[in-house]
């Protein structure tokens, strides 16, 4: 059975994927405070952001630090780009209070306010983390990054309408920022049911940034859902070629479409290469179904009994175990399928239990 993938699901794969990269793209340099000359604070520091420069967090810490207690206290860069080595860390509560200091010491550090926002936001409090952007929109209102974060905050407490309105603003102010282009895109495709518009943002997101493998694959699910089979497993398979996590997914999809064109062998083949993957996963029912459709009942149930160990408390496994079964004349293991099915819940057709019932010659 075709199980859908949900909105949250490939939701929070773009928003974790998206929301990580800000810390990386909101390290620009503060000048040093200008005035007294605190050589060796300012040595300390210059190391600092070397260090963070480099990826070298616990060394940039160590020498944000080090300027800090030289003379360092009042300079609120010297916070930042701790909070921000503290944030790549994913110590985000040290983050967090290193911004909080900053903003402190300069109420119009517009970066302190974006990295705590972040922060905030990666922590799951995205009132907060939305609290914090609009400060930063107040003090620049062309800032790109605190517009397409404040989105990734409301599309996570699912207020898509502000979400699109603040992507469509960071395109505005930055129309090559894939990123907006492919989270708008995934607004419109799940929560507003807007095929139109999601492909167009799927399709620009694409233009500007190739290996999106999460584009291609809603564009993907979009063409199979308008029953454009051919279209669907183009898609799915240059999602397949770009995601760095691997194919399962499309595969599965993929398998799907070609099940729907009627290429059976072609989707017992993803089907069984999404199982080599992940010997765990629920396509054992989806290659199931497919056997049973080109008459191969013996593979059939032996997918659906390898499904059932995986998922012994669904039932409706038992009933379509039980469909082979019937179909190959095993009419005793038919009915001992449908009771359990039943046990378990499962509405059966009365339609199949009459036609059993009189293969069998059994009442039930």
Known sequence: MERKITVTAITIILCLY???????????????PAGKDITAAKQSFDKGVFYLDNDRHDEAITEFSKAIELGYKNNDACYLKRGFAYGDKKNYDKAIADFTKAIEINPKNSDAYLGRGMAFSLQGNDT??????????????????????????????????RAIGDYTRAIEINPKDYRAYASRGTIYHFSKNDHYKAIS???????????????????GLIYYEKKDYDQAISYFTKSMENNPNGPEAALKQRG??????????????????????????DVYGLRAVTYLKKHDYDSAIADYTKEIE??????????????????????????????????LGVKVSSEFLEDLKKASGREK
């Open 201 to 219: 943002d799927y399709t620009n997101a694409i233009k500007l940034e190739p290996n999106l493998y999460n584009c291609y694959f809603g564009l």
């Open 310 to 343: 995986i998922n012994p408390l669904d039932g409706e496994h038992y009933y379509s175990r039980a469909v082979a079964y019937c179909r190959k004349q095993n009419y005793d293991k038919a009915w001992n399928d449908i009771h359990k099915a039943k046990e």
């Open 128 to 161: 907060q983390a939305i609290s914090d952007f609009t400060k930063v929109i107040e003090i620049n209102p062309n800032n790109e990054e605190a517009y397409y974060s404040r989105a990734v905050a409301y599309g996570n407490k699912e207020d898509y309408d």
């Open 256 to 281: 799907i479409a070609y099940g729907r064109k009627g290429n059976y062998d072609q989707a017992i083949s993803d089907f069984t290469k999404a199982i080599e993957i992940n010997s765990k996963s």
């Open 18 to 32: 998206f929301s990580v990269q800000v810390f990386a793209e909101i390290k620009k340099e503060n000048q040093s």
